[in-house]
């Protein structure tokens, strides 16, 4: 069954980002359709698939991360205004029979994603 899932790493203290909100949307054209909201548990990553089953279609998606207000709990925020906060990353998905899982590395100065397994 095909899924979507999250791991967020903080990668500047080399733990699992925890208590992040990341806000789920579905993209049509220049349509933007917020479809949800998680918080990553203590692992970093969700209770369960941000989306599953009939819920997740072909299609394009964006997934917003509030890092600026983990960064903050974090005493990490450095300089006012912060140099990452909310950080949207936009993905195709082709195949909603697979799993795409789609982790966030993060600091308070860099990022970066993939497509895992």
Not at 22 to 45: A, C, H, K, P
Not at 52 to 78: I, K, N, P, S, W
Not at 105 to 110: E, G, M
Request: proline share 5%; charged share 25%.
């Amino acid at each position: 069954m095909g899924r979507l899932t999250t791991h967020v790493l903080d990668t500047a203290q080399g733990r699992p980002g925890q208590g992040i909100r990341i806000e789920v949307y579905r993209l049509e054209g220049e349509s933007r359709q917020r479809i949800g909201e998680v918080v990553t548990n203590d692992d970093g990553r969700c209770d369960a698939p941000i989306l599953e089953g009939e819920a997740f279609t072909a299609g394009e998606y964006e997934l917003v991360f509030h890092a600026g207000e983990y960064l903050d709990r974090q005493g990490l925020a450095g300089d006012t205004p912060r140099f990452l906060d909310v950080i949207p990353l936009r993905f195709g998905v082709a195949d909603a029979s697979q799993h795409y899982h789609v982790p966030l590395l993060v600091s308070p100065y860099s990022y970066s994603t993939y497509r895992g397994s």
